[in-house]
């Protein structure tokens, strides 16, 4: 690599001592179970957007999605149209608000608690922690991979004591300072992300020749799109794949509706919306979250495509080649060689600010969701200090043990499929819930149960991506997937979120209409 | 052909995406001292 170990070393190590130092000012700020659990609910607007957005974006969505769209396009600008438009415009105005107000009515502290309270029903608050508590593991493991993965060449230290450290590090501002030193903490990585995408970005333009100019060369790169995706209907980086084709399903149900939707129904993000003071904090936090979003998944994807017209320039290889084939590999390798150094150490703490401050929000979600939503629900015990912290160190520790079980070669499969089940689940129960004058439990339940079912056969059964590798198909059937293309192409989400909307949709109306009889019965 | 790129769909998320990102841009101005009607307490 471009700079040397001990240079950076000493960076990260001056980085780890301002996070530490800002999560102890959270820490001394903590005083009550509130405080700890949902930021005693004051927020300052500038903390809740970067901390949202900085928790929102993982190094997955910088390495992992910037490689796909070096690979399958600029496309995956439609992910940044949802991102911004769903994961900000609409959570925060639609979602957001109402999620604040009856927060604080209720006083909720969990998104599970939230659920619970909302619909009269400790077995929702049960299901959804458990959700969270056998779902988000596989998610925060795959976080903890990719920091591992970058941490071991960087550093030069090995990849066991690469994850562990860093599982460790982040682990330790988490548990004594709660909520307030994640969002404190989110909110300095969030600064340095931004300041690092806007350097990214710059640096790129400069080195393709301006953004007209550079896409109107990728545009001519057209003839040289790999065979097996020309077979599979991609036709050039600045034009969308052929309506229908498999590339078009991956780019458009798994990439940007799996993820762009995804991200609405994110316990640890709706989480950030009760730590909200009131809703003028909120609209002032849009102002700032939008360009935020912008400048991470925009020019992650903008960058991504436009590095083939530098690798070609330089190398006569298109970035997938340069690569060696390795999808993740690609914003590394672009960064390295066509980056000055300096700028090579700012993206490397670019990273690992993705990486902690996506990592923080799931352990304390995780840790929370055990204690408060299972192990002590309904007593007092919900509320411990103490407690939460133990349920903090416990999935820390299950997170760190699956992340040495799982593949290397998860970190995006393990994203999508996180954030799938997510709005699947929780997603039409959550959304129509907040707004329903009298919410239907029966209806939540169900919905939440069939779109955790739906997406679970779905992935199993039929999505070639994920039915292959777990064989569990294979094993029962015979066959690695029970329908042929372009069935196998379709991600979940697709099926699954529709399904758990009706079921929701329909219960509801239901219980809507019995309403008023038994009103006029009593 | 514009800003380079042949395929209107890319244009259109490209101008999308920038115009949201001003919409949160004004609606936070807009916004930002708009009193709640109800504070949730």
Same mark, same amino acid.
């Given at each position: 690599?471009?700079?040397?170990?001990?240079?950076?070393?000493?960076?990260?190590?001056?980085?780890?001592?301002?996070?530490?130092?800002?999560?102890?000012?959270?820490?001394?700020?903590?005083?009550?179970?509130?405080?700890?659990?949902?930021?005693?609910?004051?927020?300052?607007?500038?903390? *809740? @957007?970067?901390? +949202?957005?900085?928790? =929102?974006?993982? &190094?997955?969505?910088? /390495? !992992?999605?910037?490689?796909?769209? #070096?690979?399958?396009?600029?496309?995956?600008?439609?992910?940044?149209?949802?991102?911004?438009?769903a994961?900000?415009?609409l959570a925060?105005i639609v979602f957001g608000k109402k999620t604040r107000e009856i927060g604080h009515r209720l006083s909720a502290v969990t998104f599970p608690d939230l659920m619970c309270k909302l619909y009269k029903s400790p077995l929702l608050q049960y299901i959804a922690g458990f959700i969270i508590?056998?779902?988000?593991?596989?998610?925060?493991?795959?976080?903890?991979?990719?920091?591992?993965?970058?941490?071991?060449?960087?550093?030069?230290?090995?990849?066991?004591?690469?994850?562990?450290?860093?599982?460790?590090?982040?682990?330790?501002?988490?548990?004594?300072?709660?909520? *307030? @030193?994640?969002? +404190?903490?989110?909110? =300095?990585?969030? &600064?340095?992300?931004? /300041? !690092?995408?806007?350097?990214?970005? #710059?640096?790129?333009?400069?080195?393709?020749?301006?953004?007209?100019?550079?896409?109107?060369?990728?545009?001519?790169?057209?003839?040289?799109?790999?065979?097996?995706?020309?077979?599979?209907?991609?036709?050039?980086?600045?034009?969308?794949?052929?309506?229908?084709?498999?590339?078009?399903?991956?780019?458009?149900?798994?990439?940007?509706?799996?993820?762009?939707i995804g991200?609405l129904a994110q316990p640890?993000?709706v989480?950030?919306f009760m730590?909200?003071?009131?809703?003028?904090?909120?609209?002032?936090?849009?102002?700032?979250?939008?360009?935020?979003?912008?400048?991470?998944?925009?020019?992650?994807?903008?960058?991504?495509?436009?590095?083939?017209?530098?690798?070609?320039?330089?190398?006569?290889?298109?970035?997938?080649?340069?690569?060696?084939?390795?999808?993740?590999?690609?914003?590394?390798?672009?960064?390295?060689?066509?980056?000055?150094?300096?700028?090579?150490?700012?993206?490397?703490?670019?990273?690992?600010?993705?990486?902690?401050?996506?990592?923080?929000?799931?352990?304390?979600?995780?840790?929370?969701a055990?204690?408060?939503d299972i192990?002590?629900r309904g007593?007092?015990?919900?509320?411990?200090?103490?407690?939460?912290?133990?349920?903090?160190?416990?999935?820390?520790?299950?997170?760190?043990?699956?992340?040495?079980?799982?593949?290397?070669?998860?970190?995006?499969?393990?994203?999508?499929?996180?954030?799938?089940l997510c709005a699947c689940a929780f997603l039409p129960a959550f959304a129509i819930g907040i707004y329903a004058k009298v919410p239907s439990t029966r209806a939540a339940l169900s919905s939440m149960v069939s779109g955790a079912v739906v997406w679970f056969a779905?992935?199993?059964?039929?999505?070639?991506?994920?039915?292959?590798?777990?064989?569990?198909?294979?094993?029962?059937?015979?066959?690695?997937?029970?329908?042929?293309?372009?069935?196998?192409?379709?991600?979940?989400i697709v099926i699954a979120l529709p399904v758990s909307f009706v079921v929701m949709g329909f219960l509801q109306l239901q219980c809507s209409a019995d309403q008023p009889v038994a009103e006029a019965t009593a | 052909?514009?800003?380079?790129?042949?395929?209107?769909?890319?244009?259109?998320?490209?101008?999308?995406?920038?115009?949201?990102?001003?919409?949160?841009?004004?609606?936070?101005?807009?916004?930002?001292?708009?009193?709640?009607d109800s504070?949730g307490?």
């Open positions: 690599m471009a700079v040397d170990t001990l240079t950076m070393t000493v960076l990260v190590l001056i980085y780890l001592a301002a996070t530490l130092a800002i999560g102890y000012i959270g820490y001394r700020q903590t005083k009550s179970s509130e405080d700890y659990l949902v930021a005693g609910r004051c927020s300052h607007p500038v903390i *809740i @957007a970067l901390s +949202y957005g900085a928790t =929102f974006i993982s &190094t997955s969505a910088i /390495i !992992g999605f910037g490689g796909q769209a #070096a690979n399958l396009g600029m496309g995956l600008i439609w992910l940044t149209v949802l991102n911004i438009g994961g900000i415009l925060f508590v056998i779902s988000m593991p596989l998610y925060t493991a795959a976080i903890l991979i990719g920091g591992a993965r970058f941490i071991e060449p960087t550093l030069g230290i090995d990849y066991t004591t690469s994850l562990l450290v860093f599982a460790v590090i982040t682990a330790v501002y988490v548990v004594f300072g709660g909520l *307030i @030193a994640v969002m +404190y903490t989110d909110a =300095f990585q969030g &600064t340095i992300m931004l /300041i !690092g995408m806007t350097v990214l970005l #710059a640096f790129t333009l400069v080195a393709v020749g301006g953004f007209s100019a550079g896409s109107a060369t990728l545009t001519i790169m057209a003839g040289l799109v790999p065979k097996t995706l020309a077979a599979q209907g991609m036709s050039g980086w600045t034009v969308m794949p052929e309506l229908g084709s498999p590339i078009w399903f991956t780019v458009v149900t798994t990439l940007v509706l799996g993820v762009g991200v640890q993000l989480v950030r730590t909200a003071k009131d809703n003028k904090s909120l609209n002032r936090a849009v102002l700032v979250g939008g360009p935020f979003i912008l400048m991470m998944t925009g020019v992650a994807f903008t960058v991504g495509a436009l590095s083939n017209v530098w690798f070609y320039q330089t190398s006569g290889k298109i970035a997938i080649d340069a690569a060696g084939g390795n999808v993740d590999a690609i914003m590394p390798l672009f960064i390295n060689q066509a980056m000055p150094d300096i700028f090579v150490v700012i993206f490397m703490l670019t990273l690992l600010s993705a990486a902690m401050s996506t990592l923080s929000a799931l352990y304390h979600a995780m840790g929370t055990l204690v408060c192990w002590g007593r007092e015990c919900a509320l411990s200090l103490r407690a939460h912290q133990a349920g903090i160190v416990v999935m820390m520790v299950v997170s760190t043990i699956l992340a040495f079980l799982l593949p290397v070669s998860i970190i995006a499969r393990a994203t999508a499929m996180f954030m799938g779905w992935t199993a059964f039929v999505h070639a991506a994920e039915a292959k590798p777990l064989g569990l198909c294979q094993a029962i059937f015979g066959t690695p997937t029970l329908l042929g293309s372009p069935w196998t192409a379709i991600d979940p | 052909m514009i800003l380079g790129i042949p395929d209107p769909q890319i244009v259109i998320g490209y101008g999308l995406a920038i115009g949201l990102a001003l919409a949160c841009i004004v609606y936070g101005w807009l916004h930002w001292n708009e009193e709640d504070n307490s």
